[in-house]
């Protein structure tokens, strides 16, 4: 990362994202780390894993950081992603990750 500290952290209850704001060739990028907190004895751990109460706090705290992203582009008017098909659509979806379905049958 290229700071030492987040650029943004958000929760619903113990689910965490804490965005990273990281400075590239192609302009500023924004990297999100998600967590679910819980307390083992009485130290406070954090885990990568979900149980199915955690899913829907995590899907809605993902559309929250994407806002949040899209939003720090908005006011910097700069690409959302090198990634995007098209920039009119400023659609963060990797092109190469998407499933071709002449392929896929």
Do not use: C
């Not at 990362?1 to 060739?25: C, F, T």
């Not at 406070?44 to 809605?60: A, C, F, N, P």
């Amino acid at each position: 990362m290229s700071q030492d500290k987040p650029i943004h952290e958000m929760r619903l209850g113990r689910v965490k994202a804490v965005i990273w704001r990281n400075e590239s060739e192609l302009g500023v990028r924004y990297n999100i780390k998600f967590s679910r907190l819980y307390k083992a004895g009485d130290q406070w751990q954090s885990t990568d894993s979900y149980g199915r109460d955690e899913l829907i706090l995590l899907s809605k705290l993902a559309d929250m950081a994407h806002t949040w992203v899209f939003q720090q582009n908005d006011r910097a008017d700069t690409p959302v992603d090198s990634y995007a098909d098209d920039r009119n659509t400023r659609s963060p979806v990797r092109s190469d990750l998407r499933l071709d379905r002449q392929n896929s049958r």
